[in-house]
């Protein structure tokens, strides 16, 4: 082989280390939430006997579109805001009354339950055209990032229906993982301390987020 064809090969091994090496850090990133998620929902023997999760699986995961939306005052949300952090999300596209105030309270206490990890769980509500108290929700929730529903189409439509109700009728909580998956829902009805639960392993068993 000579010094013209060594050359012309020395590129493509370059490009093979560099393809590895990025394979390699993808993994790194990926996988501990990967591993979470199969321990935690998939048929591991590591998983405990009788264990069973509170809420409806979102299977397969569905990747939510990154967006930045308008805020319910002022301003908008970055494009990444759905990424980097556990979710949150509820949805209510009326005035925003009993039923959605009660929503909004469970998860705020939900999230503050969880001491330590709450800053790495964020709230966000999708309200409607005619909701809401801004000045209730800026004292009750000032950590919620409350945003226009309507501009956020793409959003919602990645959300499930249940019994063939409507995601924006349906009052669910749905969680969001760090990699910006939607992963499970929670019904209208369902009892928050489900949500506790379900969250507090899964803080526990992924350190993304």
Same mark, same amino acid.
């Given at each position: ?89 509820? @949805?209510?596209?009326?005035?925003? %009354? /009993?039923?959605?105030? +009660?929503? *909004?309270? !469970?998860?705020?206490?939900?999230? #503050?339950? &969880? ?66 998956? @939607?992963?499970?829902?929670?019904? %209208? /009805?369902?009892?928050? +301390?489900? *949500?506790? !639960?379900?969250?507090?392993?899964? #803080?526990? &068993?992924?350190?993304?987020?």
């Amino acid at each position: 082989m000579n010094v013209r064809e060594t050359a012309r090969e020395l590129p493509s091994a370059h490009d093979r280390r560099q393809r590895r090496l990025l394979v390699g850090l993808a993994l790194l990133f990926f996988a501990p939430i990967g591993v979470a998620f199969y321990l935690y929902y998939g048929h591991s023997p590591l998983q405990p006997v009788g264990r069973v999760n509170h809420g409806d699986l979102v299977d397969p995961p569905r990747p939510v579109p990154q967006l930045a939306l308008p805020l319910l005052e002022s301003g908008s949300t970055p494009a990444g805001f759905l990424r980097g952090k556990w979710t949150l999300l509820y @949805l209510d596209a009326g005035t925003c %009354a /009993e039923q959605c105030a +009660k929503k *909004l309270y !469970e998860t705020r206490q939900v999230r #503050l339950a &969880l001491d330590r990890e709450r800053d790495r769980v964020q709230r966000v509500f999708l309200a409607g055209p005619h909701c809401c108290d801004a000045q209730f929700l800026r004292v009750e929730h000032p950590d919620l990032i409350a945003v226009q529903a309507g501009a956020a189409a793409a959003l919602v439509g990645v959300l499930p229906s249940f019994g063939g109700v409507p995601a924006d009728t349906a009052g669910r909580v749905y969680v969001i993982d760090p990699l910006g998956n @939607l992963m499970m829902s929670y019904a %209208a /009805e369902a009892n928050p +301390k489900g *949500l506790l !639960e379900d969250m507090k392993r899964l #803080l526990k &068993l992924s350190h993304i987020g």
